[in-house]
């Protein structure tokens, strides 16, 4: 049995349409440990790629009952 393929990896523009905020805000989370976890591809100034998995999981995390709800939010 095969292991299915890896989805292909999505760039900081597209996670955060995904994610439904601006790539700006998406960016600013990166430097503040917020958001879904991504890929640096390369050195330290390499290109940020996001696993489509990572964001739904990211979504899926923030899922509240109510306001009073904390969450596991990061």
């Known amino acids: 049995m095969s292991n299915p ?5 999505v ?3 597209m996670a955060a349409k995904l994610c439904g905020i601006q790539p700006q805000t998406l960016r600013q989370w990166r430097t503040q440990g917020r958001g879904p976890e991504f890929i640096l591809l390369g050195n330290q100034r390499g290109r940020v790629a996001y696993d489509p998995r990572a964001i739904e999981a990211w979504i899926a995390a923030q899922t509240r009952r109510s306001t009073a709800d ?3 939010a990061k």
Do not use: E, I, K, Q
């Open 5 to 9: 393929a890896p989805a292909p990896l």
């Open 11 to 13: 760039r900081s523009p």
């Open 70 to 72: 904390p969450g596991g």
